[in-house]
Nanobody
Framework: QVQLVESGGGSVQAGGSLRLSCVAS????????MGWYRQAPGKQRELVAS???????TYADSVKDRFTISGDNAKNMVSLQMNSLIPEDTAVYYC???????????????WGKGTLVTVSS
């Protein structure tokens, strides 16, 4: 069993900051990468940012220069520092991990339950 637990969501005014964290636990052999996705009401889930185990980072164009993702391989943790938030950032944010549960197993995606971020104007 693998669990991803997110924390740090909440409500903030435009221009403010929030920090999201996600910890993966359970039967984990190796994590290849972790990331954050978001889903706004009536919209599809989209990638916000991701980081691989070797530190390669990817950002959505809409959050570049405002959000920073960081990973801690030793703690199976990923964080997302969100600055200069705008109302369009309002969404449920989900953590995802690409991981193997054994050396012989394949890579599978695991998701957290999500944390709500609300940005008011």
């Amino acid at each position: 069993q693998v669990q991803l637990v997110e924390s740090g969501g909440g409500s903030v005014q435009a221009g403010g900051s929030l920090r999201l964290s996600c910890v993966a636990s359970g039967s984990i052999y190796r994590i290849g990468g972790m990331g954050w996705y978001r889903q706004a009401p009536g919209k599809q889930r989209e990638l916000v940012a991701s980081v691989t185990s070797i530190g390669t980072r990817t950002y959505a164009d809409s959050v570049k220069d405002r959000f920073t993702i960081s990973g801690d391989n030793a703690k199976n943790m990923v964080s997302l520092q969100m600055n200069s938030l705008i109302p369009e950032d309002t969404a449920v944010y989900y953590c995802k991990a690409d991981l193997k549960q054994s050396w012989y197993g394949g890579v599978m995606d695991y998701w957290g339950k999500g944390t709500l971020v609300t940005v008011s104007s």
